[in-house]
């Protein structure tokens, strides 16, 4: 390992990589990039490659972890064997079961877990390379795939960490910064900065506390700007996409059943029939039965803690 | 594996494909997917490789480090190679220790390898008995669009032709290249009643009863071979498979390793 | 009409009245739950780009048999949750040792939810006209949140598909679809699906569409007279319908 630098902030106030106290390091966020999973983002962060990817809601074996009234989030950060400088043991170590534990509880008051009872929600996060920050950058990575999945979501959650140099607090921690630094304080907020994860070690006064944790707020909401803008422009021409107004975004049902009935065995000779009924008769009135219409209008102002029990059932029967 | 029942008609219909002579994304018999190589993508792996075989995506890792030879090998380098079915590659994978079709892909990677001479062990001892390199090889699978075995093979060995031995850093000398003698490539070919093709996707690689994969080096002779799945084969589609195999090594070795040789 | 991408978490209306399908209410605003695209039809929904099944009653899927129990059926409906297809709920009086040569694991078949109860228990049923086990035909897949495009306004799409193509559709609003028809016509609305998914923000794809499957009937028609078995070959099909498809993907591709 490297020796210890002998300062981490110059005269002119930047760090060994040139970045500014508060600066970030650059990020890209890809969206999509694997095609087995039902959601999945590539980010760099840095020196740092992670891939997350989520799968379901899809059924939870074995049984006896499933939940009645939501699903469960099961989230597995993971290193690679080569993303770091000495080869790590593939499989979990104690400190990946750790940050796994934690990572996953950051998503909990975001994810509407009450929809889907008795399932699973998996996330996965693997290290390809390792630099600093991995814990932060998997999460960031991780709520995009989340929302890519199509899972509902109150909101995206980001991450970053502070830390201390010098005596001097600076955002999103480089790599030797990490090692040799006297505090590191990883965060995780939500759209409204709650925050959902924290972790630190070190050595803070609690005035610096007090000035780190708005720091690194500050550090999460560029972080944000950036989930959303990659989510955003996912589609290259997103300033023009075209829903035209004829288009059914629900089912029509009762156009359905129509046509899911009609053919019965054989190949038959409805077509001329379906010709005249069929276009006219259905308007663009919503039917009730809509499938997909029901099931969020019930999040109303409630308060947080009473939602996951008591919605449960009614949002999907009504 | 694969937990998931694959519906009859699916099943039916790649069947059916086959014996007009199709396959379900229009490719030849004899022809593979897309393959997409990239190399040193990993800073902190001593050589890596991004590879992709139409959906399948795995990315390899090379790292060494100094260890003790094997007693029996006293003077030669050691290799290991283990692959992991990240459950992030496919909802049929799941979280845990490696189970037997990982280890057996990791095996006749490693197998393909080892045999085939490509690594002039002797090259990575340091000190005869005490100190060799030992070459990590990690296979990460990232997606699983079937055939992750060529993928892996190929990404074996382009990591290991991009390898720098970092033994500046290691206090044992200069940095030298991976002593490279041969480049042994692994193509699988399946059997779906009585077809043989290469490079099966997922679809077909479910469908198939067996696989069999033919590792071979730049002169054409062969290394490694894997038989795998429930089926049999006969005699003469054995010969076949190994000489479809051995002319698409080449095509593929001339196609996506040749530039890499260092 | 404003048409948005929008993202978990963004502010759509200061009006809680207007929280419509995939959107939540705090503080007397409205949030989107959901990635997808903003519709300000009546209320404000957000229509996701990608989503898991979720079974609702009177639902029409498409099920594969991954079990056969003693009065059961279960069925993979391509959702988190399994159906049951209680043996009474096949149209047919059947003994129990017979269940297995009526439909085995790995069967496909047309089927209706019956209900869903609090947790999730999903009841099929066959008892109606139009479902049945499928011997024939193919399932493609597609994503549960397109199945609307498919259906098309008052069915229009799936009634010109079946016109089209010639062929028996039903579709499943678990992104299944089953269609039965002649290989080639099999082959050209397999396209043509594939077509709506790629360009399902667009308009007039209903008409574009159709003028596919006709091109495309038409090359196989000729080579039918010519008796060239390979109907594959895309040198045949027409210049500019591959033009108006390329010009088309490149509009919507992302």
Redesign the interface.
């Known amino acids: 390992m490297n020796d210890k630098p002998e300062k981490f902030i110059d005269e002119n106030g930047l760090r060994l990589d040139g970045r500014q106290i508060d600066e970030i390091r650059p990020m890209t966020i890809k969206i999509g990039v694997l095609s087995r999973a039902d959601g999945s983002c590539y980010l760099e962060w840095g020196n740092n490659k992670i891939l997350a990817a989520v799968y379901g809601p899809r059924e939870l074996h074995p049984r006896r972890l499933q939940k009645a009234d939501s699903a469960l989030i099961r989230y597995r950060y993971n290193m690679a064997a080569f993303s770091v400088e000495d080869r790590a043991r593939p499989g979990p170590s104690r400190r990946s079961i750790e940050i796994s534990k934690v990572s996953r509880e950051a998503f909990e008051p975001v994810v509407m877990t009450h929809l889907y009872p008795s399932a699973v929600i998996d996330v996965f996060a693997e290290v390809l390379q390792a630099d600093a920050g991995t814990r932060t950058a998997a999460i960031n990575a991780a709520s995009i795939a989340l929302a890519d999945a199509g899972i509902p979501m109150k909101g995206l959650v980001a991450a970053c960490a502070v830390g201390k140099v010098d005596g001097k607090l600076v955002l999103d921690l480089n790599k030797p910064e990490d090692n040799y630094g006297e505090a590191d304080l990883p965060i995780a907020i939500t759209q409204d900065g709650e925050i959902t994860l924290l972790q630190m070690d070190g050595d803070l006064t609690q005035e610096e506390f007090k000035e780190a944790v708005k720091l690194c707020k500050e550090g999460c909401y560029q972080i944000l700007e950036m989930q959303k803008e990659a989510l955003k422009t996912k589609f290259s021409d997103d300033a023009d996409i075209d829903i035209p107004d004829d288009i059914d975004e629900d089912v029509d049902v009762e156009a359905l059943e129509k046509c899911d009935t009609e053919d019965s065995g054989e190949e038959d000779v409805s077509d001329e029939s379906e010709e005249d009924e069929g276009s006219e008769d259905v308007d663009d009135e919503e039917e009730p039965e809509d499938v997909e219409e029901d099931f969020v209008d019930t999040v109303e102002e409630k308060t947080d803690d009473e939602e996951d029990t008591t919605e449960g059932g009614e949002v999907r029967e009504q | 594996m694969s937990n ?8 039916d ?1 790649i069947y059916n494909l086959m014996l007009k002579g ?1 396959r379900t994304d ?1 490719r030849a018999f004899d022809e593979v997917r897309d393959i997409e190589v990239k190399t040193n993508v ?4 001593e050589g ?1 490789a991004w590879v992709k075989y139409g ?1 399948t ?1 795995v ?1 390899v ?3 060494m ?1 100094v260890g003790t030879p094997f007693p029996d090998s006293a003077g030669e380098g050691v290799i290991i190679t ?1 692959l ?1 079915l ?6 049929d994978f799941e ?1 845990g ?1 490696p189970r037997e079709n990982a280890i057996e892909m990791a095996r006749v990677t490693d197998r393909g390898v080892r045999e085939s001479g490509a690594i002039d062990l002797s090259k990575l001892c340091i000190t005869e008995g005490e100190e060799v390199w030992m070459v ?1 090889i ?1 296979i ?1 699978v ?4 079937g055939n992750i075995q060529d993928a892996s093979s190929m990404g074996a060995i382009a990591a290991l032709l991009t390898t720098t031995i970092p033994a500046e850093s290691a206090g044992k000398g200069e940095d030298i290249a991976m002593p490279i003698k041969d480049i042994p490539l692994g193509v699988t070919v399946i059997n779906i009643g009585g077809s043989l093709m290469v490079d099966p996707e997922l679809d077909e690689e479910t469908v198939c009863d067996t696989k069999i994969t033919v590792v071979s080096n730049k002169d054409g002779s062969i290394s490694g071979m894997q038989k795998s799945g429930d089926g049999a084969l006969t005699e003469e589609q054995l010969l076949k498979a190994v000489e479809m195999a051995c002319e698409k090594a080449a095509e593929l070795r001339e196609a996506h390793l040749s530039d890499l040789q260092n | 009409m404003e048409r948005e991408i929008v993202f978990p978490g963004q502010l759509l209306s200061e009006n809680k009245a207007d929280s419509g399908s995939g959107t939540y209410v705090k503080d007397g605003k409205v949030y989107s739950l959901l990635y997808g695209v903003k519709n300000t039809r009546n209320k404000i929904s957000v229509i996701p780009f990608s989503g898991k099944y979720i079974p609702s009653s009177k639902d029409f899927v498409i099920g594969t048999v991954i079990e056969v129990t003693p009065s059961n059926w279960i069925f993979d409906i391509g959702s988190p949750y399994d159906g049951l297809l209680h043996v009474s709920e096949y149209p047919k009086r059947v003994d129990s040792d017979k269940m297995p040569g009526i439909m085995d694991v790995g069967d496909s078949a047309l089927l209706r939810v019956k209900d869903v109860n609090p947790s999730m228990k999903v009841e099929l049923s066959m008892r109606e006209r139009g479902l049945k086990p499928l011997k024939v035909g193919r399932i493609i897949e597609v994503v549960p949140a397109k199945v609307p495009r498919v259906i098309g306004h008052g069915g229009s799409m799936v009634s010109m598909l079946k016109k089209e193509a010639d062929s028996e559709i039903f579709v499943g609003q678990n992104g299944r679809i089953w269609i039965n028809g002649k290989e080639n016509d099999m082959d050209r609305l397999t396209e043509a699906i594939d077509m709506i998914m790629k360009q399902s923000h667009t308009s007039g794809l209903t008409d574009r569409v159709c003028q596919f499957l006709r091109d495309e009937g038409d090359v196989d028609a000729e080579e039918d007279l010519a008796e060239a078995e390979e109907v594959e070959d895309e040198s045949e099909i027409p210049e500019d319908t591959y033009r108006k498809v390329d010009a088309l993907l490149d509009e919507t591709d992302d």
């Open positions: 998931e029942v694959m519906s009859v008609l699916k099943r219909y199709k229009g990993i800073d902190k792996a890596s959906d995506e990315l890792g090379v790292k480090q283990s992991e990240n459950p992030i590659a496919s909802p979280a220790p990590f990690d990460h990232l997606n699983n669009g």
